[in-house]
């Protein structure tokens, strides 16, 4: 079984940053792909960024490229979401996900569908 719990959530001022972690325990950490997702009220929930098992392949979504970077680091079995620039539009429940497969063959994941396993979630409040 595999457990995802994020951290680093909180309140910041308008064009600060934030690092989000997600510790995932159990088998095989290393061969998922990694994703985050975010839910702001009254929304669907919306991918932000992939990351390939090997961390050698990423995709964001639009509005976060150049702010937002993912990483993560597969002795820690622990993946990364580092924000900048954060502006009062990235207020949102912010969540990740692991698939299995983790070379991305099948193209970038971009809908919750595509995942197998998630975490419960970190809230984000940027003031402005």
């Known amino acids: 079984q595999v457990q995802l719990v994020e951290s680093g959530g909180g309140l910041v001022q308008a064009g600060g940053s934030l690092r989000l972690s997600c510790a995932v325990s159990g088998r095989s950490f290393g061969s998922y792909s990694m994703g985050w997702f975010c839910q702001a009220p009254g929304k669907e929930r919306e991918f932000v960024a992939v990351i390939s098992w090997s961390g050698r392949r990423t995709s964001y979504t639009d509005s976060v490229k150049g702010r937002f970077s993912i990483s993560r680091d597969n002795a820690k079995n622990t993946v990364y979401l580092q924000m900048n620039s954060l502006n009062p539009a990235d207020t949102a429940v912010y969540y990740c996900?692991?698939?299995?497969?983790?070379?991305?063959?099948?193209?970038?994941?971009?809908?919750?569908?595509?995942?197998?396993?998630w975490g419960q979630g970190t809230q984000v409040t940027v003031s402005s």
């Open positions: 996900a692991a698939q299995r497969d983790g070379d991305l063959r099948r193209g970038i994941p971009t809908v919750s569908s595509d995942y197998d396993y």
